[in-house]
């Protein structure tokens, strides 16, 4: 079965210093991932994904991702944080488990982002 | 802009009074999910539709039901609220194709079950 395992469940960094989010999954195709972000109290919001081709994708807010088959990772960049970027990140993979199953996500557990300023 | 749009943002019900959520979108997708998120939970995948096909998560309980009476609409009814269905709740919505999963999510609506 899928799975997505973010180790980190809470990391703090200082405004202005670079942030890698760690995000491995578990699963027997090629995968479909994604990287949302989520404020407190809000939904989700897609900050970039990866379906093929170029394996570092640039998302949004000035994040990046880059996935490493060898390594079944795809890690959450950035190389300057803002103090507005401090909320809860989730990585996710999609998967198609029969005819129905269109781009059903499985999410990993998430990670607190703290920043100081 | 196109958007995925719940109602109301919080809700405030009574154990066992029923409840529905409700969730609009302007995109015209064809898939409207229903996510369950706890305090520091990843969401929780409850249901789903493909147009008007459901398709109910395993682990999803009977307490939990919906509706889609459109492509724009979809609700989410919880006949007799528990105390553990205190909850965000999320619906999403994408394109119909296969494996892909790009999903857009609304702000949550938030319950509390007094």
């Known amino acids: 079965a899928q799975s997505v395992t973010q180790p980190d469940i809470h990391i703090t960094v200082s405004e202005g210093a670079s942030l890698e989010l760690r995000c491995n999954y578990s699963y027997g195709a090629t995968p479909y991932l994604f990287w949302y972000v989520q404020s407190p109290g809000q939904g989700l919001q897609l900050l970039l994904k990866y379906f093929s081709g170029d394996t570092l994708v640039q998302g949004i807010k000035g994040f990046e991702a880059e996935f490493k088959r060898s390594q079944s990772s795809f890690n959450l960049r950035k190389p300057s944080v803002h103090w507005s970027d401090a909320a809860e990140y989730f990585c996710a993979v999609a998967w198609n488990a029969g005819g129905t199953s269109y781009g059903k996500l499985t999410f990993g557990q998430g990670t607190i982002l703290t920043v100081h300023p | 802009d196109a958007m995925v749009i719940q109602n109301p943002r919080y809700q405030v019900t009574q154990f066992g009074k029923p409840v529905t959520l409700s969730c609009s979108q302007t995109?015209?997708?064809?898939?409207m999910y229903w996510y369950q998120q706890k305090s520091s939970q990843a969401p929780k995948l409850l249901f789903h539709?493909?147009?008007?096909?459901?398709?109910n998560e395993a682990d999803t309980p009977d307490n939990f039901q919906s509706r889609r009476p459109n492509t724009s609409f979809c609700f989410l009814d919880i006949r007799s609220p528990g105390l553990g269905d205190a909850a965000m709740y999320l619906c999403?919505?994408?394109?119909?194709?296969?494996?892909?999963?790009?999903?857009?999510f609304g702000p949550g609506t938030r319950l509390t079950v007094t």
């Open positions: 999403a919505t994408s394109r119909a194709l296969p494996g892909q999963g790009e999903q857009y």
């Open positions: 539709y493909y147009d008007k096909d459901f398709n």
């Open positions: 995109l015209n997708h064809n898939v």
